[in-house]
């Protein structure tokens, strides 16, 4: 039986359908695990803010365990099933719905702790087992001369939508005395409906992709479960004749824990060290969202004209530059400068991370490779965080702690280093 002719690469409408799909997910993670409801977690529903920052980090580590487990069995399970569209939109209407769920976990709910880290941990996993089949999309839709754009496309559209939800969700919600469509802020649940925002934003900013991005024809399309394990084994055997790949996998593991350190302990830091009002805080956080935007946007160009491995190595330096200035900032101008800059490059260093590792894999094993992309990024995510809580007590100081996530980019890059992104892209054409 002829197999129908892949989908045409480089369709603006294509492409701005799947990039879109960054714009509603991100609204997830700017309001639900950032900035607004793990906040009033900690603050309204655990006993006390100490034990609901213990609470609230045990759940992000038990989501990124579950991640790392389960992400490369789901993407080798879509990449024989040829279904990447349809696991997509049962992970989507999973978060959705446990989004949805959180805005009615009232503070005097029985066993409201319990209930609402369930929740937030299905709703997490969901989310981020989402992305494993979202972004394997994008070898099909891209050219490989084009392919850092349009993965800088999709970060760059990503921070700016979380940010215009979140503005929603500040002007329309949280801030004023009588909130939009009469929602009543008793108990908080104009805080909570921020969850309601986001799972609707989620929803109807996702459906571009469904309603215009083709998915590759598969060899099959039969849900094969023990197929899909088979099948992850033989990549494992495989995995030398993937050197460049592995090699990078193992550096982002490295070089992502610092992301993770810093999105988690930024603000903590700000207002901290330098004495930063929450409303400073979520306007420094503002600031670095839009600087990583941009950064993203301009540094797709880059990545596609001198390749993506340069193009993180370029961000590793200015990330360890603009953590240097962090650390011995005199003043709080010169850690909103350190702020900026860091934005600036954390969003090309996602982009190009991205696009590398598309550049990388056989097109047989997208959604697969995806998931040890998946798992590159989690497994370990929970060691920066506790070397930066461990270093900080011992000095007594919060500046001595973010010294730490230096350590993981310089790592991270001399690993990066040794990787040949030639012979990882005739790897994955010979394949």
């Known amino acids: 039986m002829t197999q129908p002719p892949p989908p045409p690469r480089d369709v603006a409408k294509v492409v701005f359908s799947w990039a879109m799909f960054d714009w509603a997910n991100s609204a997830f993670t700017t309001l639900v695990v950032t900035f607004i409801y793990s906040t009033y977690f900690t603050q309204a529903i655990a006993r006390d803010a100490v034990s609901g920052t213990v609470l609230w980090s045990r759940a992000v580590a038990a989501s990124a ?29 999973i978060a959705v719905t446990a989004t949805a769920a959180l805005a009615f976990v009232k503070p005097d709910l029985d066993h409201a702790i319990l209930i609402a880290l369930t929740l937030f941990v299905i709703g997490n996993v969901a989310f981020e087992m989402g992305m494993v089949f979202y972004n394997a999309f994008l070898p099909s839709i891209a050219s490989p001369e ?44 104009n805080v909570r409906a921020t969850n309601l925002l986001v799972a609707v934003w989620f929803l109807i900013f996702s459906l571009p992709l469904f309603l215009f991005v083709r998915e590759p024809a598969a060899s099959q399309t039969r849900l094969d479960l023990a ?18 790949m592995t090699k990078f996998l193992l550096a982002r593991m490295i070089y992502n824990d610092g992301l993770v350190t810093v999105f988690a302990f930024g603000g903590i830091y ?47 330096a200015g990330l360890c530059v603009a953590t240097i ?25 996602q982009s190009a991370s991205r696009s590398l590792i598309c550049r990388f894999m056989p097109a047989e094993h997208q959604a697969e490779f995806f998931g040890f992309f998946a798992f590159s990024g989690k497994v370990t995510s929970f060691l920066g965080p506790i070397l930066l809580g461990t270093v900080a007590a011992a000095f007594d100081s919060q500046r001595a702690g973010v010294a730490t996530v ?6 991270g890059a001399i690993l990066l280093a040794t990787v040949s992104e030639r012979k990882g892209m005739e790897a994955a054409q010979s394949a």
């Open 406 to 411: 230096i350590g993981f980019f310089l790592a």
């Open 270 to 316: 700000a207002a901290g060290t330098f004495d930063m009002p929450l409303s400073e805080v979520i306007l420094f956080g503002i600031a670095l969202n839009v600087a990583a935007g941009f950064g993203a946007l301009i540094f797709g160009f880059v990545d596609d004209k001198i390749g993506g491995k340069k193009t993180i190595m370029l961000t590793l």
């Open 227 to 244: 197929g899909a394990f088979r099948e992850l084994r033989h990549t494992f055997r495989q995995l030398r004749r993937y050197r460049e």
């Open 65 to 93: 365990l579950l991640i790392a487990l389960v992400s490369p069995i789901m993407g080798a399970l879509a990449d024989r099933g040829g279904k990447r569209r349809r696991y997509l939109g049962v992970t989507v209407a």
């Open 146 to 189: 084009k392919i850092g754009r349009v993965s800088g496309y999709g970060w760059g559209l990503g921070y700016v939508g979380g940010l215009v939800c979140m503005v929603i969700a500040l002007v329309g919600f949280v801030r004023p005395e009588i909130p939009w469509f009469g929602i009543s802020t008793a108990d908080g649940f």
């Open 325 to 349: 200035i962090a650390v011995l900032a005199p003043t709080k101008t010169w850690l909103w400068v350190a702020g900026v800059l860091i934005g600036l490059f954390v969003g090309p260093n």
